[in-house]
C-alpha cells in the first residue's frame, strides 16, 4: 500500500531563517506530486506540483521553491522566511495517467509552520 | 470571489440530526472530489463524483453531483461526533491539479 510522510511535523522558525519541508511517498513509482499551504481561515492554496524528477510547476510567486530530486521525495524551500510563510504546509501524491485530467489526490499529516 | 464556493462555512449540529454541506463551481466540474481534515491533520479523501447526477454514499455520508455538473452536495445522515471536522471539496479543471473551497467546519455536540 502507498504511504505518504512529511516532516518535521511541526516547526517554529524566525523570520529571514531558511526552510526546508521534506515529503516523500512510498509504495508507487512516478506519482504527481504537490505541495499545498492552508492558512488560517483560509481554503487550501495550491504552491508547487510536479509531474516527475526536476519538473516543477508553481503556482503562485512568492519566496518560496520546490524541488523534486528524485521519483518519490518532493521538497519545499526558502532562503528567507517571511510572517506570511506561517501556516500549514500539505503534501499530498496521485497516480499520474497519460490522460490531462488529475486522479484522486492522498495527503500527507502536514507540516505546522510558525515564523516568528 | 472563489471559484469554489462552500456553504455554510460552518455548522454546529447535535447528534443525531442530518445536515447538508453544499459546493458551488462557477465552471463545469470534470471531477469533484470530497475530503474530510480533522483539526492539524492531513485530509482523508472520501469519495469522488465524475458523471452529472451521479451520487454515493459510504457509511452515513452521500454525496451528488447535479446534471450541469456545477454543484454538489454532501449529506451526513445521523451525525456523530467522530464526524466533525472541516470538510472541503476539490474541483478536477481537467488539469493535473485540483481547485478547493474554503471549507466547512462541522461541530457536533451531544
Known amino acids: 500500500s502507498q504511504t505518504i510522510h512529511q516532516w518535521p511535523a511541526t516547526l517554529v522558525q524566525p523570520v529571514g531563517s531558511p526552510l526546508s519541508l521534506e515529503c516523500t511517498v512510498e509504495g508507487t513509482s512516478n506519482p504527481n506530486l504537490y505541495w499545498y499551504r492552508q492558512a488560517a481561515g483560509r481554503g487550501l492554496q495550491l504552491l508547487f506540483y510536479?509531474?516527475?524528477?526536476?519538473?516543477i510547476s508553481s503556482e503562485v510567486p512568492q519566496n518560496l521553491s520546490a524541488s523534486r530530486p528524485q521519483d518519490r521525495q518532493f521538497i519545499l524551500s526558502s532562503k528567507k522566511l517571511l510572517l506570511s510563510d506561517s501556516g500549514f504546509y500539505l503534501c499530498?501524491?496521485?497516480?499520474?495517467?497519460?490522460?490531462?485530467?488529475?486522479?484522486?489526490?492522498?495527503f500527507g499529516p502536514g507540516t505546522r509552520l510558525t515564523v516568528l | 470571489s472563489q471559484e469554489l464556493e462552500q456553504s455554510p462555512q460552518s455548522l454546529i449540529v447535535q447528534e443525531g440530526k442530518n445536515l447538508t454541506i453544499n459546493c458551488t463551481s462557477s465552471?463545469?466540474?470534470?471531477?469533484l472530489y470530497w475530503y474530510k481534515q480533522k483539526y492539524g491533520e492531513g485530509l482523508i479523501f472520501l469519495m469522488m463524483?465524475?458523471?452529472?447526477?451521479e451520487e454515493k454514499s459510504h457509511e452515513k455520508i452521500t454525496a451528488k453531483l447535479d446534471e450541469k455538473k456545477q454543484q454538489s452536495s454532501l449529506h451526513i445522515t445521523a451525525s456523530q461526533p467522530s464526524h466533525a471536522g472541516i470538510y472541503l471539496c476539490?474541483?478536477?479543471?481537467?488539469?493535473?491539479?485540483?481547485?478547493f473551497g474554503t471549507g466547512t467546519r462541522l461541530q457536533v455536540f451531544p
Open positions: 463524483l465524475q458523471k452529472g447526477g
Open positions: 476539490g474541483a478536477d479543471r481537467g488539469t493535473d491539479k485540483l481547485i
Open positions: 465552471k463545469t466540474l470534470y471531477g
Open positions: 499530498a501524491w496521485s497516480v499520474r495517467w497519460a490522460r490531462s485530467s488529475t486522479d484522486t489526490q492522498y
Open positions: 510536479s509531474v516527475g524528477i526536476g519538473q
